[in-house]
């Protein structure tokens, strides 16, 4: 590598030469900080003893739970995990479409009032963490799937509605140009124009979002809005490992076999 | 006049892909809302619980705001050492893994496998059970973060490395440098700002995703947000949700100024 | 032959919101069933002339006539009425990517429907017949339930001819129709417009960059500078010089 020879004024040479120096101290402060500012008064003599059971618990885990009919075995809530997963990005979908066009940016608008309100509304529905939102709807409606689907619903608008923004802010508005110019109003040219246009990559978003939404619905349940996350907590409390690992491997499969699913079908869309 | 309209293919005439889809979609549709017991009724008879504690929420007891600073730090704390040390980690298997660096097809099949596994897990899960191990508080924080972001950047740096220019690589392999030199002096240097850049990415999403770890023992905000919704006590918990908010958005806007700064 | 002219350009000029000059002082006429072609330089304003024909653009001043009638005043359903007898062709075709080509040509009589007919696609079968026959006017019958983006460039293009066709208009702008194509499809898609117009009678206006079209197609040729008429002759009277002083950068 060559080194070149700036001309620039000595000071900012100096200044070019040493502000790693000052990255460095930035850092260190931070990293200084961070480290000193927590107290790992959490290690217990047991841990070794614990991880060794779960070691213990996940090489033999508890098969006869897989199935029992009861509806209450793995293969049941892992469906329910999924229908929590899948309603709730539906419903989030459908209701994301109006918050994207409010989001989007127009070409024409001044000040972008609109699009920066909705954006902003996007960014707090996103940071609102789910799990409370989780809490918040077992208030209203009691715990079990339902709150779960709720919360699934709601907390996928920030993302979706993001996402779905984007896509139309980059669409191509070629096709809303020609029904226009063939005397077509504004609902027909969205139906007929943007619509057709821009499905296929809010289809593809929705798929993506619906792998994260399994993940998140296989947790929403150790807050009780149902789903396998519910006995994998209580597993946990109870310190029943061969419980723990076989739903630890549900969830895995589960996970694995949705996101290849998800992603064949992504491809076929493009 | 009438001209013949040619006759569509039988899939298209009877329009056997859009049905199938749609009714695909609707069946799962169905299932899923008999399996969930959603019913719309019930959300809006129990409308008034739910208003209630909106309204409660919406009062937010700010004399509890300097109680909540300390564990605030502390959830930045933790994401800020849960991440580098998922990237430190993430670092040796992100080269494994990258096919222009590794010729073994094996070796990189197992390391990719070990990488999807690990990001199949939940952070709440991972907390959960680290809190087992570990016991309640930040420790098993930083664990999670430290392998939920060692999945997630593992991933990022090898899909950077294998876009890497390979001239100066090549040049240092022609002249028989060996591995690490290679890595050291052609690898490194392409890939820096992109490596630092998904890093702070990265610390971003576990900010977001420690201040609710700690619901299940993890430390950091956490705690207090799970204290206050069992006490009932919902105008600490919108003054938690509105400080997170607030963190969240400061350490975003931080590290995308950096990130477009370093791009 | 009808003496009003079909268009009539009196006083125009238009100047965009950030201060660009897009056309200045436009004046002329265009006679029912003739052949325009417009040239000039890039950001010479044709566009923009196109688009205040069918309203896709404003204007700032002066007045255009349609028919004998001022377009200004109109608004809602005799706007669309107005940009339903103008077909419009664009040089990236805007065709709707993922739709079949029955689709997208059906698409061109939106306005001849009431609005939920038209969303749920109840198209009359003697408007598909229609769709049909404009698409065997540009030899593309059998690509009738193709996807549109399976389609090549000049196909597209000719797709677009055909759904502009479903508007019965009585004139049609195209906006370098052929800028995106190479030069063998560039003369199908030329000759189709070139049928349009003498068979049917369509007032034809389009944009060209390449002036050796141009004098091969054209009844007449203006020429822009700047947003300015520097040049209008009917093709008898066109010269090479001539039009080489269009092409002259001031
Ligand atoms: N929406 C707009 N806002 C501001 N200025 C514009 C806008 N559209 C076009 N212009 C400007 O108006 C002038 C005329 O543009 P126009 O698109 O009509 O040119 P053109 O002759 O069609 O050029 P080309 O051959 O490149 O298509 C140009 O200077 C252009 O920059
Ligand atoms: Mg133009």
Redesign the pocket.
Same mark, same amino acid.
């Given at each position: 590598m060559q080194t070149t020879i700036s001309k620039k004024p000595a000071t900012l040479n100096l200044w070019r030469r040493w502000n790693w120096l000052l990255w460095i101290a930035v850092v260190a402060v931070i990293y200084t900080w961070a480290i000193t500012g927590l107290h790992f008064t959490g290690l217990q003599e047991s841990a070794a003893s614990v991880s060794r059971s779960i070691v213990h618990g996940l090489v033999q885990p508890d098969w006869s739970y897989v199935y029992n009919g009861s509806g209450e075995d793995l293969v049941s809530l892992i469906l329910q995990t999924l229908a929590i997963a899948f309603l709730g990005t539906i419903i989030s979908s459908l209701i994301s479409v109006p918050f994207a066009f409010w989001a989007a940016r127009g070409g024409k608008e001044w000040l972008h009032i609109r699009s920066g309100s909705g954006k902003v509304v996007l960014t707090l529905i996103r940071t609102f963490p789910e799990i409370v939102l989780a809490i918040m709807f077992i208030k209203a409606v009691g715990p079990g799937s339902y709150a779960g689907v709720l919360a699934v619903s709601i907390h996928s608008i920030g993302m979706l509605g993001k996402l779905f923004s984007e896509a139309i802010e980059n669409m191509d508005r070629g096709a809303d140009e020609a029904i226009t110019s063939a005397g077509g109003n504004s609902a027909q040219i969205f139906m007929l124009a943007t619509l057709p246009t821009i499905m296929p990559e809010f289809i593809s978003y929705t798929l993506y979002r619906f792998e994260i939404a399994v993940r998140s619905a296989s947790i929403l349940g150790m807050v009780g809005a149902g789903g396998i996350g519910t006995p994998m907590i209580f597993a946990i409390q109870t310190r029943n490992w061969p419980r723990v690992g076989i739903i630890l491997l549900g969830i895995v499969l589960m996970v694995l076999l949705i996101d290849s699913l998800s992603e064949q079908l992504r491809k076929r869309l493009i | 006049m009438t001209t013949q309209i040619p006759r569509r293919p039988w899939l298209q005439r009877w329009h056997v892909k859009p049905i199938g889809w749609t009714l695909i979609i609707l069946i799962l549709l169905v299932a899923s809302s008999r399996m969930t017991g959603v019913d719309v009724g019930m959300f809006f008879s129990n409308l008034g619980q739910f208003t209630d504690l909106l309204v409660r929420m919406s009062r937010p007891a700010w004399d509890y705001l300097p109680i909540i600073l300390h564990p605030l730090y502390e959830t930045i704390q933790m994401a800020i050492l849960g991440t580098t040390i998922g990237a430190a980690f993430a670092v040796p298997f992100a080269v494994l893994a990258a096919s222009n660096l590794v010729h073994n097809r094996w070796l990189r099949g197992i390391i990719r496998l070990i990488l999807d596994l690990v990001r199949t897990l939940p952070d709440l899960l991972l907390a959960a059970i680290f809190v087992a191990i570990f016991g309640i508080g930040s420790t098993a924080g930083v664990v999670t973060l430290a392998i939920f972001s060692f999945g997630m950047v593992s991933k990022l740096f090898y899909e950077v490395i294998e876009t890497i220019d390979m001239g100066p690589l090549e040049a240092l392999e022609s002249v028989g440098a060996n591995k690490l030199t290679i890595i050291w002096y052609a690898v490194l240097p392409q890939i820096m700002n992109q490596f630092v850049s998904y890093f702070l990415y990265t610390l971003e999403i576990n900010v977001r995703a420690s201040t609710v770890l700690g619901y299940l023992g993890a430390g950091g905000i956490g705690v207090f947000l799970q204290r206050s919704l069992n006490e009932f006590n919902y105008s600490q918990t919108s003054v938690i949700i509105l400080a997170t908010l607030v963190v969240v958005m400061v350490i975003d806007g931080i590290s995308n100024h950096l990130r477009r700064v370093l791009l | 032959m009808d003496k009003t002219p079909i268009i009539s350009f009196k006083n125009v000029n238009k100047v965009?919101? !950030?201060g =660009?000059v /897009?056309l200045k002082n436009i004046n002329f006429e265009i006679p029912q069933g003739e052949f325009l072609v417009v040239v /000039? #330089?890039? @950001?010479? /304003?044709?566009? =923009? #002339?196109l688009r205040t024909i069918n309203r896709m653009h404003e204007i700032t001043s002066g007045e255009i006539r349609v028919e004998g009638e001022s377009i200004k005043p109109y608004k809602g359903r005799s706007l669309r009425l107005l940009r339903r007898k103008i077909g419009m062709i664009f040089q990236n075709f805007n065709l709707v990517k993922r739709s079949s080509v029955a689709k997208n040509v059906l698409s061109g009589r939106v306005s001849y429907y009431p609005t939920w007919k038209s969303i749920l696609g109840l198209f009359s079968t003697t408007d598909k017949q229609k769709a049909v026959q404009a698409l065997q006017r540009v030899s593309l019958a059998e690509k009738l339930y193709a996807r549109a983006d399976e389609l090549s460039g000049g196909q597209q293009q000719r797709v677009a001819i055909a759904r502009t066709l479903m508007q019965d208009p009585k004139i049609i702008l195209a906006?370098?129709p052929i800028a995106s194509l190479d030069p063998l499809t560039t003369k199908t898609v030329m000759d189709i417009l070139k049928r349009l117009n003498q068979e049917d009678g369509i007032t034809v206006i389009v !944009?060209l960059?390449s002036v050796a079209l141009a004098r091969e197609y054209a009844d007449r040729i203006v020429g #822009?500078r700047a @947003?300015e008429v520097v040049y209008d002759e009917p093709i008898a009277a066109v010269t090479e010089a001539d039009l080489n002083r269009v092409y002259q950068t001031v």
């Open positions: - | - | 965009y919101a !950030n =660009t /897009g /000039g #330089l890039s @950001g010479a /304003g044709k566009s =923009t #002339l906006d370098e !944009n960059h #822009l @947003g």
